[in-house]
């Protein structure tokens, strides 16, 4: 039996609120993103190009494995799960700096619970949930600011107005909060003194959905956020004081979630109803969603894992299921893991040592199993840069 990849089970916010609860705005704009049903194609069909990153490995950037990669200006930003540095390097992989703040003191974090960057102020924003922190940084890793909170705090991100917004996880993190709007709503907008000042988007699934999302927020061409709930089938624009409906999903032939239905989903590492309403052909969006410039990828399904590419200049979609794709098989072990990042329409995926190492003897003969065979226990991870076949877009359904 081949080893089994785990797949970067996609994560939710669920996000908070102050006094005033908004109610997000209507809009006939609304764009449709249609669910379709799954086509049938190997690895080899899906993949149109792919580079490879090799990341310098030196006394000061050996990193263990790759947990979290963002782009901004022409940097890589990356950490490993020992949630202790963030690596700064050049697109080809050449080591510039790092942030290393860990400790106890009032500037440090105790770890990296999350992290994400601002590329409209060309910001780096550090969660530490363990010390209830926000730390910022400039591009080039220097503190330019920490702002505590009094809630347990899963995922801090800004928008081009420079306004800090938690994201609520939706998890068994939220428990932990003293602050009973954080575990009410979605969306807070965070002051510098730490204060919940407005809040947006009230959580529709009280009950626990015990996993965390890494791809529920993205940006529009001018700075704005773009955000989704979990197991919501909107994807909303933040726009001042305004949520606004930006994209709706449309399954073909599955069930849409009702209001009731959100009430009473719920999912915990000792008891689940979630696979009862898959096995009733509901649409579950557990993932929330990467939109690079020209591409959204959306992730979808519970046991059943659907992914959907949807092209923002041709407004066509398709959808495919990664378990039931054909050719080769440690090919589809290497891009089955859920992209970190994108740009363009190029998706970001970090590669474990140890997956290298099982894959490459029974890879194709070609650029990557060249690139794999050359690697060293010394090395560091790598990143792989791929782009999907546009051509599929036009696939009948």
């Not at 999350?114 to 730390?135: G, H, M, Q, Y």
């Not at 928008?159 to 938690?166: A, F």
């Not at 990828?297 to 054909?326: A, H, I, N, V």
């Not at 690697?375 to 546009?390: L, M, Q, V, W």
């Amino acid at each position: 039996m081949k080893a089994i990849t785990i797949p970067t089970l996609i994560l939710l916010l669920f996000i908070g609120s102050c006094q005033s609860v908004r109610k997000e705005a209507h809009t006939s704009n609304v764009e449709t993103i249609n669910i379709e049903k799954p086509i049938s194609l190997s690895i080899e069909e899906l993949i149109e190009d792919f580079d490879t990153i090799r990341l310098e490995a030196s006394d000061h950037s050996l990193l263990s494995d790759i947990r979290y990669i963002r782009i901004m200006n022409d940097k890589l930003y990356v950490t490993d799960k020992t949630e202790s540095s963030v690596f700064i390097f050049t697109m080809d992989g050449k080591y510039i700096s790092k942030i290393s703040d860990q400790g106890q003191g009032p500037k440090e974090y105790l770890r990296i619970s999350r992290l994400e960057v601002d590329p409209f102020n060309s910001r780096v924003l550090i969660t530490d949930a363990f010390s209830r922190k926000l730390l910022i940084y400039d591009e080039a890793g220097r503190q330019s600011e920490v702002i505590q909170v009094d809630f347990f705090p899963m995922r801090f991100v800004s928008d081009r107005s420079r306004r800090n917004m938690h994201l609520n996880p939706g998890s068994i993190m939220r428990d932990l909060s003293r602050n009973e709007i954080s575990n009410t709503h979605n969306i807070l907008i965070i002051d510098r003194e730490g204060n919940i000042k407005d809040s947006f988007l009230e959580d529709e699934t009280p009950q626990r959905i015990d996993i965390t999302n890494g791809a529920s927020t993205s940006y529009t061409d001018n700075g704005e956020l773009l955000y989704k709930p979990i197991l919501s089938n909107i994807i909303y624009r933040i726009h001042e004081d305004e949520v606004i409906p930006e994209y709706e999903l449309r399954p073909r032939n599955k069930s849409i979630l009702t209001d009731e239905d959100k009430k009473e989903i719920f999912y915990t590492f000792e008891k689940e109803n979630v696979t009862e309403y898959e096995d009733n052909g509901y649409f579950l969006s557990f993932g929330g969603f990467l939109k690079s410039d020209d591409i959204i990828l959306l992730p979808s399904g519970w046991d059943k894992d659907l992914r959907t590419f949807y092209s923002t200049k041709s407004k066509k979609s398709f959808t495919y299921e990664p378990k039931k794709m054909k050719g080769n098989e440690y090919m589809q072990d290497i891009f089955y893991n859920f992209p970190q990042a994108a740009t363009g329409e190029t998706f970001y995926i970090g590669i474990d040592p140890v997956l290298m190492e099982y894959a490459t003897p029974q890879l194709p003969e070609g650029k990557l199993k060249t690139f794999f065979e050359s690697f060293t226990e010394d090395d560091n991870p790598c990143i792989i840069a791929y782009r999907i076949n546009k051509k599929l877009f036009d696939v009948e359904k």
